[in-house]
Structures are given as structure tokens and as C-alpha cells.
């Protein structure tokens, strides 16, 4: 396990240095001049050299490179191009308020997802079977800004039980900020609930149907141990992997939800630097998507490989 651990790791270091590198080649080859972009083509050639001095727009090739993978470690990404401010401390306050809200999210769904899936699975091809896939069909078509505007003016207006503005006071309890972000939560709690319990359900019907569980049963084991020894552990892993691309979406993926209950999240603030043509932010924001993503893959890899060893005895050679 400590071998595939550090390969997965190193593995998951390289491709995040190739990464960087892309997003700088792919920033240093556009053909307009930021100072231009942001200050217009009629702007003073004195205002413009200032802003290239400013931002560090003059330096070389290789001396900008550095300077962002330098970043990585410091988290000193320079300054935005709109704000002034460092990088960092425009978008690490969005990208904890992101976070808070995809945990939420994914509290909600996760368990009814599972259980859901495997119910589905149990009582396959009949009424209940069909109709949990119909409404997994039905709630992941929908995109989630249009079922959250639908819970804002149901159950934020019209009944009034929650907030239908996530903007939440500064000093507001954490238990109080959940009035803030139930709605908005829900609201991806229901689109991901049907990739959630489809792939769960996927995964406990091969699991159900494969030697080792039938041999299982067969030894003498009830049905709750088998599913609990034999079963589970296996169907796990599709769901695992579904889990970790939905939890790297949710952190820059649902600038839906976030413009619907106007909540200052790290979507939010990536829609607002392409707005403003601030590259900087736009820079970074991009590698901290990526890096999600990364993470996510990495943990539900090791974790798949801790509960099925043959894929880390394969990884491992």
C-alpha cells in the first residue's frame, strides 16, 4: 500500500507541474497586451508601462514562469489585475465558502444517494427499482440552476423556511449559516443524487452477480453478511469514483447556483475575472479547479485501493 501511495503521489505531482506549465503557455501566448486589455487601446503609453511594472508584465519568460510555480509553495501569486489585491486573498475567502457549501451538498445526497442505490439494486427490475432510476433520470437532466431557482421561490419566498440569499452576515454561528445554505445544497443534492444512486446501483448488481458472492452465499453466509463482506466493498468503488469528479465539479462547476442565491463563491469570483479580463486570478483559479480535481482522484483512488487490494498489488508493480 505505501508503494502505490507513492507513486499515486508523485504521479499526481507530475501532472500537476504539467499542469502549470500549460495554463503559463497557454497565458503567455495570447496575442493582446494585458496592460492594453485592461486600460484600452486610447489609454496614456505612461499608464500602461506603469501597469506592466506593476503586475511584473515586463519580466522575462522564464522569470514569470518560476514566479508561479514559486506561487504554488508561498501561495504569493501576485497581484489581481482588478482588485490590486494579492491573488490569494482574493480568491482563498471564495474557495472557503465554496467548500462549505459542496460539503453540505454532498452530506445531503451521499447517504440517501447509497441507500437509495442500493434498494434500487435489491429489488431490481420492479416498481421500486424503476421508479428510483426514473427520478435519478429525471433530477440529474434538470441543471441546477433551474431547481434552484424553483426551491428560492417555493420554499425561500413563498414559504418562507429558508433564506432564498445566501449571503451570509459576517460573525453569523455555523448553525445559522445552514438557514443560508440549505436551499442552494439542496439544490445539487438533488442533480447529483442521480449519478450517485445510478452508479451505485450499477455497482451492487455486478458485485450481487459475480462468483465470489454466489461462493459466498453458498459457504453458508446470510444475505446481510454477504453484502456486507462481499458486496459492499466492491460496489463502493464506481460510486467512490463518481463521488470524487462531482466534488471537483462543485468547486468550479455550479456558478448556476451561486449567481440563483447570489453567494460569493470561488464560481463566482471565476466568472468576475473573466469578466474583467484578470488573468492572474483567472491563472490560479484554473490550477486550484485542477489541483480539486487531482485531490479528489487521489483520495478515491487510495481509498479504492485499501478496499480492494488487488488494484494496489497491480498499481504497486
Known amino acids: 500500500m505505501t508503494k502505490y501511495i507513492v507513486k499515486r503521489v508523485l504521479l499526481s505531482l507530475v501532472t500537476l507541474w504539467l499542469l502549470v506549465t500549460i495554463v503559463f503557455l497557454m497565458s503567455w501566448a495570447l496575442p493582446s497586451d494585458p496592460a492594453r486589455a485592461i486600460l484600452g487601446p486610447f489609454a496614456d503609453e505612461k499608464l500602461v508601462e506603469d501597469f506592466r511594472e506593476t503586475f511584473g508584465l515586463n519580466d522575462g519568460f522564464f522569470e514569470q514562469y518560476f514566479r508561479l510555480l514559486k506561487g504554488l509553495v508561498t501561495f ?6 482588478g482588485t490590486k489585491q494579492p491573488v490569494w486573498d482574493v480568491l482563498a475567502p471564495t474557495l472557503w465558502r465554496t467548500a462549505k457549501l459542496a460539503t453540505l451538498a454532498m452530506i445531503i445526497t451521499t447517504p440517501i444517494s447509497i441507500f437509495a442505490g442500493l434498494i434500487a439494486a435489491k429489488f431490481r427490475d420492479r416498481r421500486l427499482d424503476r421508479g428510483i432510476v426514473l427520478t435519478g433520470l429525471a433530477t440529474s437532466s434538470i441543471p441546477e440552476f433551474v431547481t434552484g431557482t424553483l426551491l428560492a421561490v417555493v420554499f425561500g419566498v413563498k414559504l418562507g423556511w429558508f433564506k432564498a440569499v445566501a449571503i451570509i452576515p459576517e460573525g453569523t454561528p455555523p448553525l445559522q449559516q445552514l438557514d443560508y445554505l440549505f436551499l442552494p445544497a439542496l439544490a445539487l443534492a438533488v442533480v447529483y443524487f442521480g449519478y450517485i ?11 450481487m452477480d459475480s462468483d465470489y458472492t454466489r461462493t459466498a452465499a453458498m459457504k453458508g453466509l446470510s444475505s446481510s453478511q454477504v453484502m456486507r463482506k462481499h458486496v459492499l466493498r466492491n460496489a463502493m468503488a464506481p460510486t467512490i469514483t463518481v463521488m470524487s469528479v462531482q466534488i471537483g465539479y462543485l468547486v468550479s462547476g455550479i456558478v448556476g447556483v451561486e449567481v440563483v442565491f447570489n453567494y460569493p463563491g470561488f464560481s463566482q469570483a471565476l466568472l468576475i475575472a473573466v469578466k474583467q479580463k484578470d488573468l492572474p486570478v483567472l491563472q490560479v483559479a484554473v490550477i486550484i479547479s ?14 479504492i485501493a485499501w478496499l480492494n487490494p488487488r488494484i494496489r498489488l497491480d498499481m504497486g508493480n
Request: no cysteine; net charge neutral; hydrophobic share 60%.
Open 197 to 207: 444512486a445510478r452508479m451505485m446501483r450499477a455497482g451492487t448488481i455486478q458485485a
Open 76 to 81: 504569493d501569486f501576485g497581484l489581481s489585475y
Open 290 to 303: 485542477a489541483l480539486v480535481y487531482m485531490v479528489a482522484t487521489l483520495v478515491a483512488d487510495l481509498i
